[in-house]
């Protein structure tokens, strides 16, 4: 019991780690195309309504219950209440699984920031990414043989993302955040700069930024903005509440959530003019419209931008700063979820951290390194992603709040205590965001994704693939909550219970 819990070095450090994890690849290559797609400049409107009732709110409540109990996810939800300690494992099960195909991602964009000097890859970059590069099966399935240009820059994805933890939240976490953050900011700031000066940049960012204001009144649209807010803050899922876990007694919470929040979106703009602009040079030089080139997620990483980078002058430079970027801002937010997994099972068990990293974190890595870089790994990836986002993620933040807020009625004494240490103190209007705004979108975005997964099968793979990968993978997650959650502990002294009203 000895082991005083790890904090971090400095207020600085945290926001730098919390930044990290909260930026990733949903502000590169999820954000400009929601934005496109959902009204252009007029998105901006429901995106910053979606940030201030439920992006914040929320960061706000998961940063304090961390402070508060100083745990991670399941051990701080079972102080409150022991079967709460159900939604604590349920997060932790969703973060391995993201975890563990989100790795992959920074994998191939380490690996395409090296095909940046060739040549090959822009001719037929679709054939090149799905054949070349993945050997992708044609028919979705189980793994069947491994894939080495996948596997091994994965291998050396899991070792740094192990070497970081395995060297603690201040030495390990703290330290890097504090050198990749600002090495992504500079490399961004580069990127977008040389963007927006090609051909045709013009037209691309007219093309993001003109406002639809019709597109006000289209509910989806709503949808869309509160579903990016969910995703990119990295929200709901008990990423917020473990980095808190490591703050002093006096740090500031609603301040860091806003600087935090603030940064994220500010990403996600630079994101959408660097994207924009050099969708926008493509677009001129295929004599095509902005609106045709225009895609997202994978396919805007390893499709198009690969064929325009084949066709940019010095697109070397370019396509290397880019992937390292996309790299870069993945990797701090796989070691935010891997933490997650780390320091539940510390927690419960009272493992030291070292060996919790190689156990646990290795556990991770290898089934990861067993099912992603094979010629199954794409389809698999893909439906995954969908449904732990939909029916994972979005899911358990939609428990999370109508247990804390509803069942064990917990929001006032959470504000009192956020607003002890804070600067900015919270309102009535913190707990109606939380309790009411909140819930109702959730509940609605499930409703909808729901009635879309029954109309037409997520990326037109065939049911009985999507039951076991999707579905099957979604419903594990709970499963495993409810088992672990049921499995007697060793009765450790509960500190801090006393600040239990
Ligand atoms: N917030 C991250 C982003 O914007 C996404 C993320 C998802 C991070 C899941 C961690 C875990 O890309
Ligand atoms: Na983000």
């Known amino acids: 019991q000895g082991e005083q819990r790890e904090q971090?070095?400095?207020?600085?450090?945290?926001?730098?780690?919390?930044?990290?994890?909260?930026?990733?690849?949903?502000?590169?290559?999820?954000?400009?195309?929601?934005?496109?797609?959902n009204g252009g400049g007029a998105f901006l409107l429901p995106y910053l309504v979606a940030l201030l009732?439920?992006?914040?709110?929320?960061?706000?409540?998961?940063?304090?219950?961390?402070?508060?109990?100083?745990?991670?996810?399941?051990?701080?939800?079972?102080?409150?209440?022991?079967p709460a300690e159900v939604i604590g494992w349920w997060q932790v099960a969703i973060c391995f699984v993201i975890a563990a195909y989100y790795a992959v991602i920074v994998a191939w964009a380490v690996r395409y920031a090296g095909f940046s000097f060739g040549k090959d890859w822009g001719k037929d970059p679709e054939k090149f990414f799905a054949g070349d590069f993945l050997h992708a099966g044609s028919e979705p399935g189980l793994p069947s043989s491994f894939v080495g240009n996948v596997f091994w820059p994965l291998l050396g994805v899991w070792i740094i993302v192990l070497a970081i933890l395995a060297l603690g939240v201040r030495r390990g976490i703290e330290r890097a955040n504090k050198i990749f953050i600002p090495a992504l900011v500079f490399f961004f700031v580069i990127l977008v700069l040389r963007a927006v000066t090609l051909d045709g940049a013009a037209e691309g960012l007219d093309a993001l930024f003109s406002p639809d204001w019709s597109a006000l009144t289209d509910g989806s649209v709503w949808v869309a903005a509160y579903g990016q807010i969910f995703f990119s803050l990295s929200i709901g899922f008990?990423?917020?509440?473990?980095?808190?876990?490591?703050?002093?007694?006096?740090?500031?919470?609603?301040?860091?959530?806003?600087?935090?929040?603030?940064a994220n979106s500010s990403f996600e703009i630079l994101a959408g003019i660097g994207v924009f602009a050099t969708l926008g040079f493509m677009a001129q030089a295929n004599g095509a419209a902005v609106g045709d080139v225009v895609s997202e997620g994978v396919g805007l990483a390893f499709i198009a931008f690969p064929a325009v980078i084949s066709q940019m002058p010095m697109g070397a430079a370019?396509?290397?700063?880019f992937f390292l970027s996309l790299a870069i801002a993945g990797l701090t937010s796989l070691v935010s979820i891997v933490q997650v997994v780390i320091s539940a099972v510390q927690d419960r068990t009272g493992m030291r951290r070292v060996p919790a990293v190689w156990i646990v974190g290795g556990l991770v890595a290898v089934v990861s390194l067993a099912l992603f870089p094979t010629d199954a790994g794409l389809s698999l990836l893909d439906a995954a992603d969908h449904f732990i986002n939909q029916y994972g993620i979005a899911l358990a933040a939609l428990v999370f709040l109508v247990v804390m807020a509803w069942v064990l009625r917990r929001l006032q004494p959470f504000q009192a205590h956020a607003d002890e240490t804070s600067a900015v103190r919270l309102g009535a209007w913190w707990r109606v965001c939380l309790g009411v705004i909140t819930p109702v979108v959730l509940g609605w975005m499930m409703v909808d994704s729901l009635r879309k997964e029954f109309d037409e099968n997520y990326g037109g793979y065939p049911t009985s693939f999507l039951a076991w990968a999707g579905w099957g993978v979604a419903v594990a997650a709970v499963l495993v909550g409810v088992l672990i959650s049921l499995i007697p502990w060793r009765d450790a002294p509960v500190e801090g219970d006393a600040e239990r009203e």
């Open 318 to 321: 370019f396509g290397v700063i």
């Open 53 to 82: 009732t439920a992006g914040l709110p929320l960061l706000i409540l998961e940063y304090t219950v961390g402070r508060k109990f100083r745990k991670s996810p399941p051990a701080a939800f079972r102080q409150i209440s022991r």
């Open 238 to 262: 008990g990423i917020m509440v473990t980095y808190a876990s490591y703050l002093g007694r006096r740090a500031d919470l609603t301040g860091s959530a806003l600087v935090a929040g603030f």
């Open 8 to 37: 971090w070095g400095s207020r600085a450090g945290f926001l730098m780690a919390a930044i990290g994890s909260a930026v990733g690849l949903g502000n590169i290559w999820r954000f400009p195309a929601e934005a496109y797609k």
